[in-house]
């Protein structure tokens, strides 16, 4: 089972980039309409892939929307911005990082790593294309917070020691805050991913399981806010 999930994931995965297109110009359009927001409301933009951009879901059960409504619930005065696009790689995130701030930040969130992962990139290419945003946000006194993937075993000890290496690894060197794992509040009993809480691709969680999922990153979204101030 945990072959053919991991199987599955990278096969959606690859599928999710022909909607790259359509999340990119959705993305651009919310970054573009926060302009309107007021200029004391925090702005946290969320840096991603799939996972981020909501992919398979309608548009209020994604992920930034939860967060959004999450934070809204919870007292908190920001907006989240949505900058996922599906299929994307650290490299693509390095790549747009520039212009996915351009519309004004206080804040980030980067969740990325996960199709490098799935394709079985070189965890030093990551490492290093992560570094890259990281280093731009210190340059804009951006406050981070870094969500981190697990690699599955099948590429190997090495691999999979490298790969979840990256992740606190570099929340250390740039004192940035920390989720160790996006998928550990929907993981079943044996450590995988609970599939009742996916969607039918066995790739992307489903609304019920984003909502886990925001429901335990929230509180560290509140320190991230508390570190804009």
Same mark, same amino acid.
């Given at each position: 089972?945990?072959?053919?999930?991991?199987?599955?994931?990278?096969?959606?995965?690859? !599928? !999710?980039?022909? #909607?790259?297109?359509?999340?990119?110009?959705?993305?651009?359009?919310?970054?573009?309409?926060? !302009?309107?927001?007021?200029? +004391?409301?925090?702005?946290?933009?969320?840096?991603? +892939?799939?996972?981020?951009?909501?992919?398979?879901?309608?548009?209020?059960?994604?992920?930034?929307?939860? $967060?959004?409504?999450?934070?809204? *619930?919870?007292?908190?005065?920001?907006?989240?911005?949505?900058?996922?696009? =599906?299929?994307?790689?650290?490299?693509?995130?390095?790549?747009?990082? %520039?212009?996915?701030?351009?519309?004004?930040?206080?804040?980030?969130?980067?969740? $990325?790593?996960?199709?490098?992962?799935?394709?079985?990139?070189?965890? =030093?290419? %990551?490492?290093?294309? $992560?570094?890259?945003?990281?280093?731009?946000?210190?340059?804009?006194?951006?406050?981070?917070?870094?969500?981190?993937?697990? %690699?599955?075993?099948?590429?190997?000890?090495?691999?999979? *020691?490298?790969?979840?290496?990256?992740?606190?690894?570099? *929340? *250390? /060197?740039?004192?940035? $805050?920390?989720?160790?794992?996006?998928?550990?509040?929907? !993981?079943?009993?044996?450590?995988?991913?609970?599939? %009742?809480? #996916? /969607?039918?691709?066995?790739?992307?969680?489903?609304?019920?399981?984003?909502?886990?999922?925001?429901?335990?990153?929230?509180?560290?979204?509140?320190?991230?806010?508390?570190?804009?101030?």
């Amino acid at each position: 089972m945990k072959i053919a999930f991991r199987s599955a994931l990278a096969l959606g995965y690859g !599928a !999710a980039r022909v #909607m790259r297109n359509t999340v990119f110009a959705f993305g651009v359009g919310i970054i573009a309409a926060g !302009a309107a927001f007021a200029a +004391d409301v925090p702005r946290i933009v969320a840096l991603g +892939d799939s996972l981020t951009a909501g992919y398979g879901l309608p548009a209020s059960d994604g992920f930034v929307p939860q $967060l959004q409504a999450w934070l809204d *619930a919870n007292g908190a005065v920001a907006q989240v911005v949505n900058a996922g696009v =599906s299929g994307d790689t650290t490299a693509g995130g390095a790549a747009r990082l %520039a212009w996915s701030l351009d519309g004004g930040a206080q804040a980030l969130i980067v969740n $990325l790593g996960g199709n490098d992962m799935l394709r079985g990139l070189d965890p =030093s290419v %990551a490492r290093a294309n $992560l570094t890259q945003i990281l280093d731009g946000a210190r340059a804009q006194g951006l406050p981070v917070l870094l969500v981190g993937m697990i %690699a599955p075993g099948n590429y190997g000890v090495a691999y999979k *020691a490298q790969f979840d290496a990256i992740y606190p690894d570099l *929340a *250390a /060197q740039f004192g940035v $805050l920390l989720v160790p794992a996006f998928f550990a509040p929907i !993981a079943g009993a044996d450590g995988g991913i609970d599939l %009742a809480f #996916m /969607q039918s691709d066995g790739i992307h969680p489903d609304a019920g399981g984003v909502a886990r999922i925001v429901e335990a990153m929230g509180p560290k979204v509140l320190e991230l806010l508390e570190l804009t101030k």
